[in-house]
Structures are given as C-alpha cells and as structure tokens.
C-alpha cells in the first residue's frame, strides 16, 4: 500500500466521522494531528481522486461527504492497519475525555445503538436498572433509522473511565475485551478474551454475538456471561484511583467489577508485576439482553463523545446485582488460543509420501436428523469452490448426546504442522475473514496469539461468513495466515505445492515482505494464506441449520477420512 493510499484511507476515516459536509482545511488539519503533514492543495488533489472513485462526493461548497463505497473501502482496504487503528481509535476517545467526576461536567465516551422496536427499548431500559452497565445514564432520542421509526439509545462507555484516570494524572492500558462467567451472580473468571492491539475487529463487537453472552440469565438467576473489559495500571497510583472510582459512583459511573491487588492475577487474567488488574463492565451490557430474545439491535461501541449532562439516568442508582469479586479466590490463567495449539499441532505427523499420519481436525456437532441435508451442503460447497474447500470429512459420535453426530473437517493448522514435521518453523499468526473478488483481500483479521477463541468461529457466530454467497453476490471465506522465516522459502513451496495437489486448501505463497491478501507478516517473513476447514461448518449454518461449532478438536489420520 503506498502512502497516497494511506493518506486516502486517513481522509476517508476523517470523513466518516463527521456528521456534515468537510472542508479541505479541516481535513488537512486533522491530517496534521494524526502524523500526516499534507497542505490544503495537496488535501484538494486526494480529494479530487476520492471523487473519481466514488468514494466521496462533492456537497455544493460545503465541503465533501463519504459515500457508502467510501466506507466499504475503509472496511475492506487496509486491514492490517485496521489492527492498529481499532486501538488507536479508543486511544484518541480517551484523550479526548473532558469529564471531571467532582464538579459533574463535560464529555464522556458513548455507545450508539440503534433501536427499532419500543418492547426491545423497555428490555434494554430494565437490564439498565439491575446495574450491570456502565452507567445508568442514558440519551434517547426517536428518529427514522433506515427509514423505519426507530430509537438511537446513547450509552457511557467503560473508556469513559480511562479518559478521567489519564485527565487526573493516571495511565491506563486497555489489554482485552471479554465476557466474564458469573455463578450465583458472583463474577468468577474471564471466559473469554482478545487483545485490544491484536485485532481488526473491537473485542467486545466481537463477542456480542447471539450465544456467546448471557446476560439474561445472570438478571434472572445469577448464572450466565456478561461482557467486560480488562485494564492495568501503575500498581503506585492504586489508591489515587480507588478514590476516583469512588467518585466517579458518586457520579453514577459505577462500572467497575473488581479491581485487584499489585502483581496479582484477577478473573483468571495475569497482571504483571508492580501494575494493578481493574475490570470494567461493558457499557453495551444492557443491549446483549434485547439481542438475546431475538430484537433487532445495532450495538455501536465507541462512537463519539457526548455531554455527560445530556444524558439522563434510567433510575436514580443503579445498584448492581452483582456480588463483590472474593480478592482471595485464585482462578486459572486463560489460555490463548496459539498456546492451546501448538501441542495438537505437535501431533501432526502426515507423511505426504505415503497420504498417511495424523492432522488436526475441527468436529462441529449436528442433530442426527440434520446430517443428510449437512452433507449436501458440504458437498455443494466444494462443488462450487473447490479451491477453497478442502474435500475431506468424517462422521464420529457424539458421546455426550446420542441424538448428535460430529462432522471432522481439516483444521488450517495441520499445515503449519506438517511443515514443523519436515523442519521449518511455520507459526499461525492470524485468523482472517476473506473476501474473494478480482482483488481478493481480508476484511477481518483477529491474531491467534491475541484471543483465547478461535477466530474463525467469531466470523460465524457474527454472521460475517458468506461461504454461499450473500444477496450482493459477494463471497466471505475463513482463511489463516501464518508466516514462516525467509531462508526456508524454496523447501516450503515445494511442500506447500504438494500439498495443494493433495486438496489441502493452500489459496495463496506470498514472497518476501509481500502483503497477502493484503494482510502484513513480520519483516524477514512470508506469508502463507489457507482456507479454513470451518468453511464448510460456516456454509451449514448459512442454510439455518443448527450446528454446534467447535474448532481444533482433536489430531485424526487423513487417510481414515472420507471426501467428496
């Protein structure tokens, strides 16, 4: 990407955040403050080709707006710098936090959610009161929303909180966003968890997903999963920020869980030594209730910055159903998912020789009844892109639930396994939403090193996939990168090739400092891209059948698998 396409994409974000027409001195002043040292003509000249591309039109003299094309490039044009802007973005909100918790006044972080049924309004306004947000102060405002009568719900987001730390002197790091399991309303441990810098995608936009929170039932019995956020901070400023957090409840800003103690792990997240581990609610929390019972609900996290006095509270204090963190109890340390990895990725032993040996196989789970038409998706799916398919499948048991059935299907790692088998260090590095088109790129990419999930089934559960194609006839496939150390190249094509004309889905060799897909691997590094053995699972779940995702389930001999 060079960098008059940086400086576009920059434009291009600038304009999407405005709410009217844009001039070029404000563009180029903005420019300015984001490390871009371009003049008004030059601005004028980006613009003129901004215009050509239909990615932004001209508004009379006011200036310039983004167009849908504009902002369908910034999703899908420079994903590896998303990864960085996703944190950067937060970053900016925070320095951007006027509000002071002692006099009551100034900006405050919010999410924007769109509404468009007042039964799900009155949900979200309930779930409000139980205290498991946030805040709850809110702003409603009634309005067309694709032009349906509809409710856009401003809500105070838990970087709020980082925005007073830092205005009062105190530095704090976003590490992760992720829901947290709670047992008799007692918050227990992080089930889940991404990396704030590790990901194109906001951690917590990615587990807001149907089935992957339950907040509804942590209101109605104390038992489910709640969304939240993990920071640290310098463990010498504890107490100044004990005694803000205090007035920032006095202020009704009360979304702290649990804060801990210098060095120590909390909720099953490690803290290194001398930094303090705080956990904070998710301000969307509410919002993952209407979402639950099936209400259409557009969550925004982060939007933009709202006067704290235009936002109004639900109920006068929201005291929280939440029970306190026992600081005492210990809980195991969540794992990520590359360390879950690499001992199955150990037992690859795949001889290309002999088509025999062990590979790493994804077992998703269907009803019984469920399995002919399963197979003939799978089936179709190959037939209709065998190149990013691979064909092989196998049925097991479900010894848990005998009205289930496993379908196995070949796992992206096991190629990164087979080339440590024949000596070369090859590491996953990210798990990608690929877009396939005459200039094929990712649109979405988390890191395995950065989320105790995989990926891939965030895509799915997201409904981002679109194996089969969706109504624009655009095509979203699951693929991985990994990248392996440059002296190694001419010995990994050769296997990598091989293994292509197995049917193992190897889309894409990349050279030297190459871009995939547009997607970055590490200097002295090339990237190879493989398509997803949840393709097919993904594909399955597009045609309304319930499947049961679960990925990198065990190691399994090829050879003893069947193929289409």
């Known amino acids: 990407m060079s960098e008059s396409e940086n400086r576009m994409i920059e434009i291009l974000r600038i304009l999407d955040q405005q709410e009217k027409p844009t001039g070029s001195k404000v563009i180029a002043n903005e420019l300015n403050n984001r490390g871009f040292n371009l003049g008004e003509r030059a601005v004028r000249y980006h613009m003129k080709i901004l215009d050509e591309k239909g990615y932004t039109k001209k508004i009379g003299y006011s200036g310039r707006e983004i167009t849908d094309l504009g902002r369908s490039r910034i999703e899908k044009g420079l994903v590896y710098d998303e990864i960085d802007f996703t944190y950067s973005k937060f970053e900016n909100y925070i320095y951007q936090t006027t509000f002071n918790p002692y006099t009551k006044t100034g900006n405050v972080i919010v999410n924007k959610s769109n509404v468009l049924d007042k039964e799900a309004l009155d949900i979200i306004k309930k779930a409000f009161e139980t205290g498991i947000a946030v805040s709850p102060r809110i702003q409603i405002n009634k309005e067309k929303i694709g032009g349906v009568e509809g409710y856009t719900v401003e809500s105070i987001c838990g970087t709020t909180i980082d925005g007073v730390f830092l205005k009062n002197g105190i530095a704090t790091q976003p590490q992760y966003g992720g829901i947290i399991e709670v047992k008799n309303y007692e918050p227990r441990r992080f089930k889940e968890l991404i990396s704030y810098k590790k990901t194109s995608i906001t951690p917590l936009d990615a587990f807001i997903a149907k089935n992957m929170t339950s907040v509804l039932n942590v209101i109605d019995n104390g038992n489910g999963t709640i969304p939240a956020n993990f920071r640290i901070i310098p463990g010498k400023v504890g107490n100044r920020a004990k005694k803000l957090i205090e007035k920032l409840n006095q202020a009704n800003i009360n979304g702290i869980i649990a804060i801990g103690k210098k060095g120590e792990n909390i909720l099953g997240v490690p803290v290194p030594e001398d930094f303090i581990g705080i956990v904070i609610a998710g301000g969307i929390t509410p919002f993952c209730v209407a979402k639950e019972l099936d ?114 299907t070949v796992c992206s790692l096991s190629i990164d396994g087979i080339l440590i088998k024949n000596g070369i260090m090859c590491k996953p590095k990210y798990g990608g939403l690929l877009e396939v088109n005459d200039k094929s790129s990712f649109i979405e990419l988390i890191s395995y090193n950065g989320s105790s999930i995989d990926p891939h089934k965030i895509f799915i559960l997201k409904d981002l996939t679109a194996i089969n194609k969706d109504e624009t006839g655009a095509k979203r496939l699951l693929a991985s990168i990994k990248e392996i150390p440059n002296i190694a190249q001419y010995q990994s094509n050769e296997i990598l090739k091989e293994l292509s004309k197995k049917d193992l889905s190897v889309l894409k060799i990349g050279k030297p400092r190459e871009m995939v897909y547009n997607a970055q691997v590490n200097n002295y590094k090339f990237g190879v891209v493989a398509g997803s053995g949840l393709n097919t699972i993904a594909a399955i779940r597009e045609k309304g059948i319930d499947i049961d995702i679960k990925a990198m389930e065990t190691s399994m001999p090829l050879n003893e698998m069947d193929r289409f």
């Open 295 to 408: 209400y259409d609900v557009n969550i925004k996290l982060g939007e933009e910055l709202e006067d704290y006095t235009n936002l109004k509270p639900v109920t006068k204090k929201a005291n929280s159903i939440l029970r306190s963190v026992n600081p005492h109890k210990q809980y195991n340390k969540i794992p990520f998912f590359l360390s879950k990895s690499w001992n199955l990725i150990e037992e690859v032993d795949y001889d290309m020789e002999t088509g025999e040996g062990n590979i790493i196989a994804d077992i998703s789970y269907v009803n019984k009844e469920d399995l002919d038409d399963s197979l003939k998706v799978i089936k179709n799916t190959y037939k209709d892109c065998p190149e990013y398919i691979t064909p092989y499948y196998k049925i097991v048991e479900d010894n848990k639930n005998h009205d289930r059935v496993g379908i196995a």
